[in-house]
């Protein structure tokens, strides 16, 4: 007995000390305290972005060196990894956004953080215009600022190629919205087709899901939307659900050309059993309201009826990206985005913008790993910069009072070297629906590859770890237990 309560006193003592200590961590966050102000001695820095490369620089970048403005037409970070499982309910929208003030009052010194599009940078002038065009503005609602330094991180758009009726016709998956419009329309499909008196026809139509693109972006959309259907629909709609399909429709003669050859035939196995069709070697010429245009592999034309088509066809550079690569015509010669050297430092600007991420051009894939990556390595290329700049000072001073700086020059030299940009690429992951994830990892240098649901496991563990913060990880882990107790929300608001 005497066991049992040292044992009921340990565990209770465990509980109050754990909750007390996520109680301190939580209330420190939200209650940052006062901040240095904007220092006029010190370079301003203009970040354009809150997404995968802007917020790992701003993490990480020590703001007492430099005054800093973020410019970004949504005030928060997003979980892109997750958006897929948003689309369907299995997440809540707001589980995997971080509002961009969270991080930024909590550096040294204030950052100002303006929610606005960028839409023009002068890489001559050194100055960026930027607009609000939210649904409310004030008087003044555009203006120019100069900067010192540009961290150029806007991402990039998804890419149509110009096919007519996508924009009009499809949903996407890009943006927070984007994934919230698609379970709108998911549902709104289903619910039409229960409408009394809708032919068969008309049923097999409305809850036929097209998925363009077998990149990652496609394949998680179609292995999450076969969850909702088997979890959820099967139940709740069991007079619909043996009519809803889902196909999967890729230009190239695979799906998945980034993961290794067993993980694709795991991966088509997997959509094999859950009965998702690939359609491989097959290009959507037109999405129309109510069908799609398919060009077959034998190059015929086939137009199939559709309830609704997700595109995920890749990615293209924003327009305000076109535009700064149209104002130094010389060095940016390739239209797939901003070409940058080994430091990051847009070619043809003269050493004054960086740019990361999607909006680049590189050998890089355009994943999160490489431009959070790349917004740490930013991040210590402006801490050396600042030393760099203290030293000239330094130097500066030193001479005009007539002193050896013989030391202070190595110190310089060394400070100028500044080390290339070096990828670590730690592996590919993926969802592929039935609680299945295939991983194309690298442990000490070996590459190795697995899917099923171990895989799955670690997929979730993975991102549930790299969440943005603690707020995050609270809110999705609830989120996952909320659905396996009482399934995905139906309700379409
Ligand atoms: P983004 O993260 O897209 O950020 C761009 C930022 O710029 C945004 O804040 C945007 O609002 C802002 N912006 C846009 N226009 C302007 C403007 N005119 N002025 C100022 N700011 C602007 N990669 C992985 O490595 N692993 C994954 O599992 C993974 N899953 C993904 C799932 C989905 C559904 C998608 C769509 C992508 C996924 N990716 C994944 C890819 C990854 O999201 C991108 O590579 C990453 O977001 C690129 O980071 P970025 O900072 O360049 O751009
Ligand atoms: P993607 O570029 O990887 O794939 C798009 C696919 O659409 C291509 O295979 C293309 O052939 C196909 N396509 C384009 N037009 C078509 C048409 N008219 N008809 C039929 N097929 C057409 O794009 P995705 O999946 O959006 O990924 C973008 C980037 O984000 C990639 O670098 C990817 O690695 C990364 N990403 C990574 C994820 C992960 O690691 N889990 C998840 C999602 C994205």
Request: aromatic residues 8%; proline residues 5%.
């Amino acid at each position: 007995r005497r066991f049992l309560q040292h044992l009921g006193r340990a565990t209770l003592v465990t509980i109050v000390t754990t909750g007390g200590v996520f109680y301190y961590v939580t209330q420190k966050d939200r209650h940052p305290g006062p901040q240095l102000p904007f220092d006029p001695t010190k370079k301003n820095v203009v970040v354009l972005g809150s997404g995968w490369g802007a917020t790992s620089f701003l993490k990480s970048v020590d703001t007492s060196d430099y005054n800093i403005i973020v410019v970004s037409p949504r005030n928060f970070f997003l979980f892109t990894p997750l958006l897929p499982s948003v689309a369907v309910g299995t997440l809540n929208p707001k589980s995997i956004l971080q509002p961009i003030r969270y991080l930024t009052r909590h550096k040294e010194r204030q950052v100002t953080v303006i929610e606005a599009e960028a839409t023009a940078v002068d890489p001559i002038k050194k100055t960026v215009t930027f607009h609000d065009d939210s649904e409310v503005q004030g008087e003044v609602s555009a203006t120019t600022v100069p900067f010192d330094y540009l961290i150029y991180a806007v991402g990039a758009e998804t890419q149509t190629f110009g096919i007519p009726g996508v924009k009009e016709h499809a949903c996407f998956m890009k943006e927070i919205q984007d994934a919230e419009i698609m379970k709108r329309r998911f549902m709104d499909c289903v619910e039409s087709a229960g409408f009394p008196g809708q032919s068969e026809t008309e049923i097999k139509r409305l809850l036929h899901m097209v998925v363009v693109g077998g990149g990652p972006t496609g394949i998680e959309v179609s292995g999450e939307l076969h969850d909702f259907l088997e979890d959820d629909l099967k139940s709740w709609y069991p007079e619909l659900s043996d009519n809803i399909k889902i196909t999967l429709v890729e230009a190239l003669p695979s799906v998945l050309p980034m993961f290794s050859k067993e993980l694709i035939n795991y991966t088509e196995s997997t959509f094999k059993e859950s009965k998702i069709d690939i359609l491989t070697g097959t290009m959507v010429k037109e999405v129309k309201d109510k069908s799609v245009v398919l060009q077959m592999p034998d190059k015929t034309i086939s137009e199939v009826p559709v309830g609704m088509v997700v595109w995920a066809g890749g990615n293209k550079p924003r327009n305000v990206t076109v535009d700064l690569m149209s104002k130094l015509p010389d060095a940016q010669k390739n239209k797939r985005g901003l070409s940058i050297d080994d430091h990051l430092r847009m070619a043809g600007a003269d050493g004054t913008i960086f740019a990361l991420g999607d909006c680049t051009f590189s050998s890089y894939a355009p994943t999160a790993q490489v431009a959070s990556q790349q917004g740490a390595y930013l991040a210590r290329v402006f801490s050396q910069i600042a030393k760099r700049d203290r030293i000239a000072s330094e130097i500066a001073t030193a001479q005009a009072e007539n002193r050896d700086v013989t030391t202070l020059q190595k110190q310089l030299e060394k400070a100028e070297k500044l080390r290339p940009f070096h990828y670590s690429h730690q592996g590919s992951l993926a969802y592929i629906g039935s609680e299945k994830a295939i991983a194309d990892l690298v442990v000490f240098n070996q590459k190795f590859a697995t899917g099923g649901v171990a895989t799955f496991l670690f997929w979730r563990s993975a991102y549930l770890s790299t969440l943005f913060s603690l707020r995050n990880r609270v809110l999705v882990a609830n989120d996952w237990l909320k659905v396996k107790l009482f399934g995905r929300d139906l309700a379409r608001e």
